[in-house]
C-alpha cells in the first residue's frame, strides 16, 4: 500500500497570503495518477488537480500543482476566503488507492 | 449534467446489512470505473472500492469480504452491498466517478451510516 503523507497537518494563514502544501508519498507514484482535492464542511470533496499539475475543469488559476516521484506540492498562489478547507492528495494508479490525511487552511 | 445521488444510508446495528446506492446520470455508469469513499465523523477520506468498465473490483483491506460493489446497467445505478457492518464502518459513504487520466471529477452529497446499538 502506497501511504501519503502531507505536510503540515494545519496551515494558518490570512487571506491574500501565499499557501503551499506538501504531499510525500511511501514509494514513488506516477504523476498522471496524482490528484488534489480540497472539502469544505458539510460538502463533498471537490477535484482542483490531476496529472499532479492540471488543473480540473472551473479551477482558478490561483491553484497550481507541481511535483513527481515521491514529492507533490499543492501552491495557493493568494487565498481567498473561499480556499479556507480540508485539502487532501490522493494516489489512485495502484490499489488500494490512497488519501493523505489532509492539511487544514484555516484564517489566521 | 453529471449527477451522482446516494442513497439507503441510516442506523444499523452491528452485524447488520445495509445497500447503498448512487444513481447516476449524466453518463453511462458501466462505461465509467466507479468508487465509493467514505469519511468517518471529524475524519479524513477513505478509499472503499472501485468497480470498473470491464467489472473488475478491488476493495479496501478493511471492508474486503464484508462489501461488494456492483451495478445495475438498466438503472444506470451503482450500489455497495454492506454485510458484517462495525462500528468502525461509520462514516459518511461517497460515491464518486473516476476517470483515469483526471481522478475522482464527480461526487455525490454522501449519505451516512451509522452502526450502533
Known amino acids: 500500500e502506497i501511504v501519503l503523507t502531507q505536510s503540515p497537518g494545519t496551515l494558518s494563514l490570512s487571506p491574500g497570503e501565499r499557501a503551499t502544501l506538501s504531499c510525500r508519498a511511501s514509494?514513488?507514484?506516477?504523476?498522471?495518477?496524482l490528484a488534489w482535492y480540497h472539502q469544505k464542511p458539510g460538502q463533498a470533496p471537490r477535484l482542483l488537480i490531476y496529472g499532479a499539475s492540471s488543473r480540473a475543469t472551473g479551477i482558478p488559476d490561483r491553484f497550481s500543482g507541481s511535483g513527481s516521484g515521491t514529492d507533490f506540492t499543492l501552491t495557493i498562489s493568494r487565498l481567498e476566503p473561499e480556499d479556507f478547507a480540508v485539502y487532501y492528495c490522493q494516489q489512485f494508479g495502484y490499489s488500494p488507492f490512497t488519501f493523505g490525511p489532509g492539511t487544514t487552511v484555516d484564517v489566521k | 449534467e453529471v449527477q451522482l445521488v446516494e442513497t439507503g444510508g441510516g442506523l444499523i446495528q452491528p452485524g447488520g446489512s445495509l445497500r447503498l446506492s448512487c444513481a447516476a446520470s449524466g453518463f453511462i455508469v458501466s462505461s465509467k470505473y466507479m468508487s465509493w469513499v467514505r469519511q468517518a465523523p471529524g475524519k479524513g477520506l477513505e478509499w472503499v472500492s472501485v468497480i470498473y468498465s470491464g467489472s473488475s473490483t478491488y476493495y479496501a483491506d478493511s471492508v474486503k469480504g464484508r462489501f461488494t460493489i456492483s451495478r445495475d446497467i438498466s438503472k444506470n445505478t451503482l450500489y455497495l452491498q454492506m454485510n458484517s457492518l462495525r462500528a468502525e464502518d461509520t462514516a459518511v459513504y461517497y460515491c464518486?466517478?473516476?476517470?483515469?487520466?483526471?481522478?475522482?471529477?464527480?461526487w455525490g452529497q454522501g449519505t451516512l451510516v451509522t452502526v450502533s446499538s
Open positions: 514509494q514513488s507514484v506516477s504523476s498522471s495518477y
Open positions: 464518486a466517478r473516476l476517470t483515469a487520466t483526471t481522478g475522482f471529477d464527480y
